[in-house]
């Protein structure tokens, strides 16, 4: 139950701070996400960091990223600040 619960909060947070990063957005980037939407791209919210291994020493990681998948074919956009990590 209290796992649950903890989930819950998780989710109810990620959405706020999602509602939050839509506020700073520019008139553009509102635009092409409304576009989106058109194109059955639906928002994801159980994602709080996506990792990208470009290779084995080096990866780049969104951390609070807005994540939209294709309802059509799987595909997922990745919307987020992107920082180069290395692997040592």
């Known amino acids: 139950m209290s796992l649950q619960k903890n989930n819950q909060k998780i989710l109810e947070n990620l959405e ?3 509602a ?3 506020q700073k957005m520019s008139r553009g980037e509102k635009r092409t996400r409304k576009a989106l939407e058109n194109f ?3 928002k994801q919210f159980q994602f709080y960091k996506v990792i990208f291994q470009k290779s084995i020493n080096s990866m780049f990681v ?3 990223p807005t994540v939209y998948k294709n309802s059509r074919n799987g595909s ?3 919307f987020g600040e992107a920082i180069n990590e290395r692997n040592s």
Do not use: A, H, R, T
């Open 16 to 18: 706020n701070e999602n």
């Open 20 to 22: 939050e990063n839509e």
């Open 40 to 42: 059955s791209y639906d």
């Open 62 to 64: 969104v951390f609070k």
């Open 76 to 78: 997922f956009l990745i």
